[in-house]
Each structure stands twice: as structure tokens, then as C-alpha cells.
């Protein structure tokens, strides 16, 4: 058996999505060979929507270990909230401390609090482990730097500057890489030659089934979804209108404006051709902000623009706890996947909303995988960027149409889904693993 020393600065039970690669994959490491321990932030000092039943995702035999960080209470006075920076300093003594300790294979780095990757350079220098990063976000990138300003996160400048310093300092430590985009990792070898005769592969996010089993015994309080018409006696809201619901949970943001205001166009003209169908339409966005609860602003569409439909469109930035996030995508009529303009993007919330196996529309870019792997699931209907505004608007009324008449079967084939199970996605990962192992430096 190896072993392998996971750094996972956000963990469970903090519902953030760049931990649920590796809370989904803790359960299968062992019998392929690897003995996993992580490395996380303690809970105490994350400002993320903590979700406790995510615990009992975790086998119980699993080490983790905690690590403090700066208090944001303080550190947000001078501008400083990111848990990266919060916590690097208290990961370097806690890692220095487990590598004279104790035997370890391998480093994993499964995050995309990116600073703490540049810890690697050390450790390998010191100790001369391997090093895997899983890059599930581009780090440096100038995507936003011709942005308007108001388009652009904030603290820009002081992220692309320190992301250009640190990016090179931890790939030149790279012995392996995890990407959930083929494209993130062609920019990499191209900025860093070295890289492309390292172990490398692309795996998405997967497919956890437990997760619906932990979902469906503990529906907790559902955000309110418009009832849909029934029968149901025990409905506590069998009276009220029925009505289609149209979900996204995911995160905002200026890239994903395009989908929405396609969407927003689609409606508008349903609304016009079909006045007594969308009428029932409500469309929900939730957790579209990352600022703790309360504190978000809406990114999406502007008031001036939902003139006339701000009884349709109904968005929280709240941030939802993970299972009750399960628990709505299965409550919906049909969900709704916006994709940027960026063909490389990969979005973490595609296997949740595949694992509910309700409708999908998707409006996303051609060329992306996530349009790829749709196109092979019956229940998906993607649009593509790129045709002529009226026909998209149009053939997406259509569609509706059709799904809140219940004209249209849309049948759901699990198996197409078999090879993006967290078991198998795991395999994957501990074959790289074996790979960088018995490569030499």
C-alpha cells in the first residue's frame, strides 16, 4: 500500500466545490492501492456554507488533519480574507511536520485556493516527494484583464500579479497532473515545455450515489419551489397554481450573462406566443454568490433587464448546504446548465444535476466539454452560442413549451453514466498516481 497526502484546504463538513473531488473519491482509494490522509483548514475558521451531513460521506477510518488560519474577523481589516493566505503558513509547519514524521508516496493538491500550491516547490525540494496537482480552475489567466472592471472579480490586479509569481514556482514541481479540462492542461504544458512528458490526464467530476441516499433521508427544509399541480392530499401546497420550475444552483458571474439573457429572451417571447404555459414558469437561481449568506450581490440579470418578468426570475446568492442543493435539483421540472464562452470550462454542479436525472437545458459553448458529454444524455437539450439570437430564443420557447405542456418524453439512460462514477473517476486518479510513482525524476 501507498500513501498519499491529500492538501484540501476546504473539506467537509464545509460544502465548497472544489472539496467534493476529494470527499467523493475517499471511499475507493484503499482498493486500488493508496492509504489517503487530508490535510484541511479547521471548519472554524471557513466563512463557506457548512453542511454536516456531508460527514457521513466520510469513511470513518480516514485521517484528517486540521490546521488553523488567521482569523477573517481581523485579517478582512486589511483586505485579506482568502483562506489560502489565511491558512499558508500554519500548512507549512503542519506538512513539514507529517513529511519527518511519517512515509508518504505522494503530495495530491485537490484545490483551488491556488497559493497553497506553491508550497510544493518546497517539499519537493525538502523531502523529495511526488507532487499531483489537480487543477480544477485555470489559476493564472488574463481571461478578466480586458474585462470592464465592473465584470471583474474583486482584487483583480493582486490576484493576477500573485498568481503570475506563484503558477511557475509550483509547476516546476510538478511530477503529474489532474485536470478537469483537457484545455487547462494544454495551456500549462504550453507555458511550462516541461510539463508535457509528465504523467497527465483529464478526469470531470463524478458521479457520487451515496450522496442520494444521505439526500433523500434527510430532506431537511426545501427552498420554495412553486408547487407543481397534484393530487396529493398530504401536500402541505396542493392548492396553490401549479407551476414549471426551472432551476440553476450554481455560482454567478458577467461570463455566464450570455445563457441568461438568451434564456431571459426565450421567455419574453414565450410569454408573447404562449402567454397561458409560461405564465407558469418560475426560474430559480440559487447560491449565485460566493460571499457568506446575506452578504452577496446579484450578478446576473439587472432589474432594467427583468422588467416585466421580476415574478419569473427569482434569484438568492445564498449559498445552499449540499444535500438540500440535491434535494431542490430533484424537486425541479427541469434544470438549467449556462455555460460561459470559454470552451475549456468544465462546470463542478453538471454531475449533481445528471445524478437527479431530471431535464436539462443547457446553453452552452459548442466546443466544450460539457456540451460534448451532453449531447449523449437523453435528457439534456443544449444550445449552442453562436446562432442568430431570434432562432436560439425561439427554439428554446418552443422546447419549453413543450416540457410544461408534458408533450415531449424525456427519458433518462443511467448508462451512459457509468464511466463518470466516483469509483471509476478514482481509479483514474490512483493509476496517474501509480504512473508519476515510477517515473523518475
Not at 472579480?153 to 500573485?162: M, N, R, V
Not at 510538478?174 to 483529464?202: C, F, M, N, T
Request: net charge positive; aromatic share 12%; glycine share 4%.
Amino acid at each position: 500500500m501507498k500513501r498519499v497526502l491529500i492538501i484540501s484546504p476546504y473539506f467537509a463538513p464545509i460544502n465548497a466545490a472544489d472539496s467534493h473531488r476529494v470527499r467523493t473519491s475517499l471511499s475507493y482509494y484503499t482498493e486500488h492501492g493508496w492509504i489517503p490522509e487530508v490535510v484541511a483548514v479547521s471548519p472554524r475558521y471557513c466563512d463557506m456554507v457548512r453542511d454536516d451531513l456531508l460527514l457521513q460521506s466520510i469513511p470513518k477510518d480516514i485521517k484528517v488533519h486540521h490546521v488553523p488560519a488567521l482569523d477573517k474577523r481581523w485579517t478582512s481589516k486589511i483586505g485579506l480574507g482568502s483562506i489560502a493566505l489565511r491558512s499558508i503558513i500554519f500548512y507549512y509547519a503542519a506538512v513539514n511536520k507529517l513529511l519527518k514524521t511519517n512515509k508518504y508516496d505522494l503530495i495530491y493538491f485537490s484545490t483551488t485556493q491556488f497559493p497553497i500550491l506553491a508550497l510544493a516547490a518546497t517539499w519537493k525540494k525538502r523531502f523529495g516527494i511526488k507532487i499531483v496537482f489537480d487543477i480544477q480552475d485555470p489559476w493564472y489567466t488574463s481571461y478578466y484583464k480586458f474585462k470592464p472592471k465592473h465584470e471583474r472579480p474583486k482584487k483583480f490586479w493582486f490576484s493576477y500579479y500573485l498568481n503570475k509569481m506563484l503558477e511557475p514556482l509550483a509547476m516546476q514541481a510538478s511530477d503529474g497532473l489532474i485536470s478537469v479540462s483537457a484545455g487547462y492542461v494544454e495551456v500549462l504544458q504550453k507555458r511550462y515545455p516541461h510539463l508535457s512528458s509528465k504523467p497527465h490526464l483529464s478526469i470531470p467530476f463524478g458521479i457520487h450515489l451515496p450522496d442520494l441516499t444521505i439526500a433523500y433521508a434527510n430532506p431537511g427544509v426545501q427552498p420554495l419551489l412553486c408547487v407543481r399541480k397534484t393530487s396529493d392530499r398530504n401536500t402541505a401546497l396542493h392548492n396553490q397554481a401549479p407551476c414549471f420550475n426551472l432551476v440553476y444552483i450554481g455560482r454567478g458571474g458577467h461570463d455566464l450573462l450570455p445563457a441568461f439573457r438568451a434564456l431571459l429572451d426565450a421567455v419574453r417571447l414565450g410569454l408573447k406566443l404562449f402567454p397561458q404555459e409560461f405564465r407558469r414558469v418560475k426560474v430559480h437561481l440559487f447560491g449565485t454568490s460566493y460571499a457568506p449568506n446575506g452578504e452577496g450581490k446579484k450578478t446576473f440579470l439587472s432589474d432594467k433587464e427583468l422588467h416585466g418578468v421580476e415574478d419569473i426570475f427569482q434569484e438568492s446568492t445564498d449559498r445552499l448546504p449540499f444535500y438540500r442543493t440535491l434535494n431542490t435539483l430533484k424537486a425541479a421540472d427541469m434544470l438549467f446548465m449556462p455555460g460561459p464562452d470559454q470552451a475549456e470550462y468544465v462546470a463542478s454542479k453538471l454531475f449533481p444535476y445528471l445524478m437527479v436525472e431530471r431535464p436539462i437545458l443547457a446553453i452552452v459553448h459548442p466546443c466544450s466539454k460539457t456540451s460534448s458529454l451532453l449531447r449523449t444524455i437523453p435528457q439534456a437539450r443544449v444550445f449552442h452560442f453562436g446562432q442568430a439570437n431570434a432562432l436560439m430564443a425561439s427554439n428554446i420557447a418552443i422546447y419549453l413549451r413543450q416540457a410544461i405542456l408534458g408533450l415531449k418524453h424525456i427519458p433518462v439512460e443511467k448508462r451512459q453514466l457509468k464511466h463518470y462514477s466516483s469509483e471509476h473517476l478514482t481509479r483514474l486518479q490512483t493509476n496517474l498516481f501509480n504512473q508519476v510513482c515510477q517515473t523518475p525524476d
